[in-house]
């Protein structure tokens, strides 16, 4: 059933989201305590506002209703992935370069698992992270097993 709504749910954005000047982030649809939550994440280049996410829970609230694919009581939410956006892809280190990271590697290097700094370039599959000893790290996407955006 929750496969079910989620690629029902997905289908319907990727037709609506476009339109907006919008794009899925990521999308959830989960048991949280004794309730069901449909959780929508949206982004935009120039960033989300209030407007665009009342917007989209407006369109996919009444397309729920009417389609009538969730079988019991669930609770909507649209926001943006926020500020401490994860990093997902090697085009999201693109995108935000220039931008605090904070980065978690599978295998420590110099004893170190987590470290943080400004993203420099990404060039040949490979991300730069400026930290604030002066060094400038070099990683390879597979080496995170988290990354995100920093204040």
Request: some cysteine.
């Amino acid at each position: 059933m929750s496969e079910l709504v989620v690629d029902t749910v997905k289908a319907f954005l990727d037709g609506l989201l476009p339109d907006l000047g919008l794009e899925l982030f990521a999308l959830e649809y989960r048991l949280e305590g004794k309730g069901w939550v449909l959780r929508v994440y949206i982004d935009a280049e120039e960033g989300v506002s209030l407007e665009h996410c009342s917007e989209v829970s407006r369109e996919l609230g009444q397309y729920l209703d009417v389609e009538d694919i969730i079988e019991h009581a669930y609770n909507l939410e649209v926001s943006s992935p926020g500020l401490e956006r994860p990093l997902r892809s090697l085009d999201d280190f693109a995108r935000w370069q220039g931008n605090k990271a904070r980065v978690r590697v599978h295998r420590a290097i110099d004893g170190e698992k987590v470290f943080e700094g400004t993203i420099g370039a990404v060039v040949d599959e490979e991300v730069e992270l400026l930290v604030a000893d002066g060094r400038v790290l070099r990683f390879t996407y597979d080496m995170f097993s988290k990354a995100r955006l920093s204040l």
